[in-house]
């Protein structure tokens, strides 16, 4: 390979990308890579959908770029209607962003704005979970628990209180599931309490969780309680549907599988799906109006609202409605999870199977029994990508218990899979465990 300008998190190399079109990516080496983690969980209806290319291609003829300051545009008034459409009511109104960090940032600044402007200003603590990632940008880190991601930025903001998330599946107690979840959901109420209710601002939380926790869904007993426990103390919920949201579970939001009714909502990922560089806010309307009357959200991007991103969005969201792709996600998801679930049977090194929809996850033990993680110095959760990637299946992968041990892998493929294909990614993991476990000496 030629030398490289670029650098990112390492000095990893890899082909260089020649196209792409559904479910696969061709490199200029001539190989063709499964996408099986839709990139960063990202690529939700494919690569190369030629609906959304022509939406990008009619708006580059009209216009790319006008300053919300300056002109209003038709993609972005469309896409706010149109995500309004899709969520609880009275979650109707949108600001745009660029990505993931920004939309959370953007939930947390204007729960901030609202509070004081609501005369709630001693509120400024916003609780979140531990393990979890929320963005990259400094209040995001904030809120993140994960120390890899965290530590060495952590003079640069004020630490946020964390509660456990639910990792009911580590658990070796004598409780129900459904006390489980009751049980860490009562977390969030001790911590309110311990902080200060009148200092609380809100609770962010992932519906179902992602890179950091691996897919995690919480028994379905806590995502009422969370909710209740948020309503009683005054406390704004915030849901982090960056990766769950726009269809990936089955439902256009994760949170719609618990019937809640988050306050604020982040999404981005799959909302431009690759197309384009886009995410959002979705805020309560009276919230928005009591913003609006103090004088304004003192907070916005550049290239937020931009028509070229918002075509690309609302077109993104018509290919979901056209091939019915959240339907697809849950049945996909069906079948993708009971493979994950053979799999399992077949290597006693994976110690869960979790996840969603077509947001779905494994995670590595050496040993079932107790849960322990396997050996840090064995470092699956880079070996195991590499040997699928000799494979030419891309998968996802962190270490799953606060980026200090532990391995999970994200197997989360665009919600257009055919179970053909599904199968084709189970077929390729299979042999990729069996290549790990020789390679590591594990139990097959």
């Known amino acids: 390979m030629k030398a490289s300008n670029l650098f990112y998190q390492s000095r990893a190399r890899r082909p260089e990308v020649d196209r792409a079109e559904g479910i696969y990516i061709w490199g200029k080496n001539g190989q063709r890579y499964i996408d099986g983690s839709s990139g960063a969980m990202v690529s939700n209806i494919g690569h190369s959908n030629p609906n959304v290319l022509a939406a990008m291609k009619a708006q580059m003829d009209s216009a790319t770029f006008a300053y919300r300051l300056h002109f209003e545009n038709a993609p972005a008034e469309d896409l706010a209607t ?44 916003v609780i979140s979970r531990f393990p979890s990632y929320h963005g990259s940008t400094l209040g995001a880190l904030a809120i993140t628990g994960y120390g890899p991601l965290t ?34 959901a009562e977390m969030l109420r001790d911590e309110i309490i311990a902080q200060g209710p009148d200092t609380v601002l809100a609770f962010a939380m992932e519906p179902v969780g992602g890179a950091s926790i691996g897919a995690l869904v919480a028994p379905d007993s806590y995502y009422g309680r969370v909710r209740e426990i948020c309503d ?24 719609e599988h618990w019937n809640i009714r988050p306050d ?48 690309a969005g609302l077109a993104v969201l018509n290919e979901i409605d056209r091939l019915d792709l959240m339907t697809n996600a849950r049945i996909m998801g069906e079948i993708l999870m009971a493979g994950l679930m053979d799999l399992m049977a077949r290597h006693p090194f994976i110690g869960d199977v979790r996840g969603k929809g077509l947001l779905t996850a494994f995670e590595m033990v050496s040993d079932r029994d107790t849960m322990s993680p396997l ?33 999970h892998f994200l ?15 189970l077929n390729i993991l299979d042999d990729s465990l069996r290549d790990f476990a020789r390679e590591c000496a594990l139990e097959v």
């Open 232 to 255: 009683e103390f005054g406390v704004l919920l915030i849901m982090d549907e960056v990766m769950s949201g726009v269809g990936r579970t089955g439902t256009f939001l994760a949170s």
């Open 151 to 184: 530590n060495a930025f952590a003079p640069l903001f004020k630490e946020m209180p964390k509660i456990p998330a639910p990792t009911c599946y580590l658990d070796r107690d004598n409780l129900s599931d459904h006390d489980r979840g009751l049980k860490y």
């Open 375 to 407: 050996p840090k110095d064995l470092n699956a959760y880079e070996r195991f990508v590499e040997i699928c990637y000799e494979r030419n299946l891309i998968t996802y992968s962190r270490r799953t218990r606060g980026g200090v041990e532990g391995d």
């Open 264 to 311: 604020l909502v982040a999404l981005s990922k799959g909302f431009g799906a690759g197309y384009a560089p886009l995410g959002a806010m979705i805020a309560d309307k009276a919230m928005v109006e009591t913003v609006l009357d103090s004088g304004g959200f003192a907070h916005g991007h550049t290239y937020a609202g931009n028509p070229l991103a918002c075509s």
């Open 82 to 125: 149109a995500i309004a459409d899709r969520t609880p009511a009275g979650l109707d109104k949108v600001f745009f962003v660029s990505g993931g960090s920004e939309a959370v940032e953007s939930c947390v600044k204007f729960a901030r704005q609202w509070a004081v402007a609501d005369g709630q200003a001693s509120r400024w603590k």
């Open 411 to 425: 197997i989360c493929p665009p919600l257009i899979a055919t179970e053909a294909q599904i199968n084709e990614i």
